[in-house]
Nanobody, 124 residues
Framework: EVELVESGGDLVQPGGSLRLSCAASGFAFSKYNMAWVRQAPGKELEWISGITRYGDSEYADSVKGRFTISRDNAKNTTYLQMNSLKPDDTAMYHC??????????????????WGQGVQVTVSS
């Protein structure tokens, strides 16, 4: 059974940092490209970052320079380091996975697997 389990969400003050983790199981993690997608209250899903199986990363403009995606294939885990957090970053954050070669650009939200999500709230 495929599972993507996110952790690390919390309430943090503006300007603070968090690191999200996504533990994957049930598929060949090292052969998949991984991404983070978020959904703020009342808004649509928004892709924010992706990392290929080869370690190449890409970011949405809204988080570029503040967030860093990484992966540890030995631990089947993807991370999202979030710095300089803003209230606009408040959202449910989902980890996603897709087979290499599947789908178009990350922002098309074409993924094979989704996690349940973890809540990040940025507020003073």
């Amino acid at each position: 059974e495929v599972e993507l389990v996110e952790s690390g969400g919390d309430l943090v003050q503006p300007g603070g940092s968090l690191r999200l983790s996504c533990a994957a199981s049930g598929f060949a993690f090292s052969k998949y490209n991984m991404a983070w997608v978020r959904q703020a209250p009342g808004k649509e899903l928004e892709w924010i970052s992706g990392i290929t199986r080869y370690g190449d990363s890409e970011y949405a403009d809204s988080v570029k320079g503040r967030f860093t995606i990484s992966r540890d294939n030995a631990k089947n885990t993807t991370y999202l380091q979030m710095n300089s957090l803003k209230p606009d970053d408040t959202a449910m954050y989902h980890c996603t996975a897709r087979r290499d070669g599947y789908g178009g650009h990350w922002s098309r939200l074409e993924y094979n697997h989704w996690g349940q999500g973890v809540q990040v709230t940025v507020s003073s």
